[in-house]
Structure formats: C-alpha cells, structure tokens
C-alpha cells in the first residue's frame, strides 16, 4: 500500500549510458514532482507535472526528460549519464494546485562510474 | 525571485533539550511554510506546516512560528529525543508549484 512508489532504489551505471527511474503513486494526486538531492543535501526540484502537463522545468540538462502517461506516473529518462548526475532522485506528489504536502517516494540513488 | 535561508546548518542538543531552527523568506506573498524532517537514508516527510494567516502551530513537542512583517518562520522541538536526529528542511511558497527550499539543518542530539 506504499503511495509514492519509484524504482529502482539503486542504481549503478557508467559514463554515457542510458537510465530510466520510474515513479508510481496511488494517491489519486495531480501534482508529480522529480527532486535531485545532491551529496550535500541539497533538495533541487527538477519537474513537476499537473494531470499529465509539464508546469516546472527547471535550469536541467535536456539529457533529462520526464514522461507522464497518466497521472499517477511520472517516469524519469537520463541520456548520456555524465560522474555529476550521481545523486539521489526523489519523486513526490501533492494534491492539485493547492499548497498542500508533498508525499515523496524512497528514492533512488544513481551512481556513475 | 524567492530565495529561503535557513540556519544553523548543524544543530547539536543535549537529550531533552530544545531546539529551535530559523528560516527567513524574501517574497512577502508567501503564504505556505512547510517542515520536512529526512532521517539518514531516508525520504523526507513533512512534520508540521503553517499558513500564513495564522502565527503558531503546535503539534505535541513540535511547533512553527511565524513572522509576516519580518518574513521568517521558526521550528522549536522541546524535550528532544534521539529519534529526532535528523535533517529539517523549511521551504516557502505562493503555490504548490513554487516551493523554495532551505538548504537544511543536521539536527544532532546527544545522549
């Protein structure tokens, strides 16, 4: 019954292949959100998603590009993975537009080698 | 743009202590002032929020304060526990789609 549900938790890759982080929640929520937390700590959003509709896109690499084929998920492709995409990457989700919790997921922690 | 400063960056208490983190905001039409709590290795989760047409939440040993004319808002932990050594994040925001975040306070609590 988990309610923001991304895979996988880890995930280790080299230089210059391609990545997919998938993201699933049960909320019934309209808002999706992809995080970048870097080594230290610092939570940067990345994307957000309403019903299906790209609302932030934040300073980020066009190496990254999110797919939402629904509501409930919202699917992270990374190209060309670079040593500084290493992080971990958190997806999230809120009720509409309203200022309202953000629910996140486990996380996912990418290495590059 | 919003731009949301948080100190201290490390925090250390002795057990049963209190402990209070600070934010300051610069955009006065914020009006939504979240707290995340992340634990290590963990997702962080929210601990308590205030909306800008009140001055006080308290939620057990948890409480938020806010100032409106001086744009900042506070959390207080008394008779810290070591389950509340964590990360504590504020954030601020005029929507849901803009949530500025503070770049975090280590909360350590000595036993």
């Known amino acids: 019954d988990t309610a923001v549900s991304q895979t996988p938790k880890y995930l280790v890759t080299q230089m210059g292949n391609d990545k997919s982080i998938k993201c699933e929640q049960n909320?019934?929520?309209?808002?999706m959100y992809w995080y970048k937390q870097d080594s230290k700590k610092f939570l940067k959003i990345m994307f957000s998603?309403?019903?299906?509709?790209?609302?932030i896109n934040e300073t980020v690499p066009n190496r990254f590009s999110p797919k939402s084929p629904d509501k409930a998920h919202l699917n992270l492709h990374i190209n060309s993975l670079e040593l500084g995409d290493s992080a971990v990457y958190f997806c999230?989700?809120?009720?509409?537009?309203?200022?309202?919790?953000?629910?996140f997921g486990n996380g996912t922690r990418l290495t590059v080698t | 743009g919003e731009n949301v400063e948080q100190h201290p960056s490390t925090l250390s208490v002795q057990e049963g202590d209190s402990a209070v983190i600070k934010c300051t905001y610069s955009?006065?039409?914020?009006?939504?002032f979240p707290w995340y709590k992340q634990e290590l290795g963990k997702r962080p989760q929210l601990i308590i929020d205030?909306?800008?047409n009140v001055g006080e939440k308290k939620d057990q040993r948890i409480a938020v304060t806010l100032n409106k004319t001086a744009k900042h808002f506070s959390l207080h932990i008394t008779e810290t526990q070591p389950e509340d050594s964590a990360v504590y994040f504020c954030?601020?925001?005029?929507?849901?789609?803009?949530?500025?975040w503070g770049a975090g306070t280590k909360l350590i609590i000595k036993p």
């Open positions: 955009d006065s039409a914020s009006n939504y």
């Open positions: 999230a989700s809120s009720q509409g537009d309203h200022n309202s919790p953000l629910h």
């Open positions: 954030a601020a925001s005029k929507s849901n789609y803009q949530l500025i």
């Open positions: 909320l019934g929520h309209d808002t």
């Open positions: 205030i909306r800008s």
């Open positions: 998603y309403n019903n299906k509709e790209l609302i």
